[in-house]
């Protein structure tokens, strides 16, 4: 099992930037790959970025392409994502989740943070 914990979330005008940390603890040598989600009100859970947690393939969704960067910390077994030119349409509930080597998808979930993004 690998329990996962964000933090960074908040309050920001648009144009912002913050930065989103999750914490992954438990059996991390068996992470495959580690991803942002995000969930706005009324609408479906989507994938934000994603990063290989032992090579270096990332990917992003469209819409925050250019503005958001996916990174890792291996060491402090920490996973990073910074936001930046926010725009109150990246405002959600964001939320780390790991993916296991012998899984088909993500199945680890934290418990979610906050990003308001204000006009």
């Known amino acids: 099992q690998v329990q996962l914990v964000e933090s960074g979330g908040g309050l920001v005008q648009a144009g912002g930037s913050l930065r989103l940390s999750c914490t992954a603890s438990?059996?991390?040598?068996?992470?495959?790959?580690m991803g942002w989600f995000r969930q706005a009100p009324g609408k479906e859970r989507e994938i934000v970025a994603s990063i290989s947690w032992k090579g270096t393939a990332t990917f992003y969704t469209n819409s925050v392409k250019g503005r958001f960067t996916v990174s890792r910390d291996n060491a402090r077994n920490m996973v990073y994502l910074q936001l930046n030119s926010l725009t109150p349409e990246d405002t959600a509930v964001y939320y780390c989740?790991?993916?296991?080597?012998?899984?088909?998808?993500?199945?680890?979930w934290g418990q979610g943070t906050q990003v308001t993004v204000a006009s």
């Open positions: 989740a790991g993916w296991g080597e012998t899984m088909a998808e993500y199945r680890y």
């Open positions: 438990g059996r991390t040598n068996s992470i495959y790959r």
